[in-house]
């Protein structure tokens, strides 16, 4: 699962999930590490060595966006979900985190709820600046890539996938 942030991502990882039976992985759960009881960023090597533990695994849904660590990713993933949705989406998506969560932390669901102007910033120029080299990326992957531009998209995506399969239930 890769967007911009607000895009939906974490919703639909444990939708995912919870129809495939897979775990779910929340990158912010692995990328920020507890120091002396606040979260703090991982250094660049801890983040690159994490992560790498992270996909080797047999079966995942990984639910996060960071762009440096994308290539090793998608080199062991056999499907990308890209929610490539509008800025405006997104921003909605915060604000409404916001509300549902009022700022808390909810690890096990996967939710950080910090709003930041930086990460309003980094929200309203991620389709400028991070996704062509996302769209550069995606071109070269060799694997199922499904692109999902809308939120009515990810319902009907998640609703199809449940019919698809008389295994699965929702």
């Known amino acids: 699962m890769i967007g911009c942030g607000g895009a939906g991502k974490t919703t639909l990882a444990r939708g995912l999930g919870h129809l495939l039976g897979l775990p779910v992985v929340h990158i912010d759960a692995h990328y920020r590490l507890d120091a002396g009881g606040r979260r703090a960023e991982s250094s660049a090597e801890e983040w690159a060595q994490r992560h790498r533990e992270l ?7 990984i639910d996060g966006m960071k762009l440096g660590v994308l290539p090793d990713r998608l080199a062991y993933a056999d ?21 549902r969560f009022r700022g ?26 991070q996704r062509p080299m996302i769209l550069e990326m995606l071109a070269a992957y060799d694997g199922t890539l499904v692109v999902l531009q809308r939120r009515h998209e990810v319902g009907r995506f998640l609703r199809d996938l449940a019919n698809r399969d008389p295994g699965i239930r929702t």
């Open 79 to 99: 499907t990308v979900i890209y929610l490539d949705v509008s800025t405006w989406a997104c921003l909605s998506g915060i604000v409404r985190r916001r509300l």
């Open 55 to 61: 996909v080797v695994a047999d079966t995942w849904v």
């Open 104 to 129: 808390r932390c909810v690890p096990e669901l996967g939710v950080y709820d910090r709003i930041s102007w930086e990460f309003i910033q980094w929200i309203c120029s991620f389709r400028r600046r």
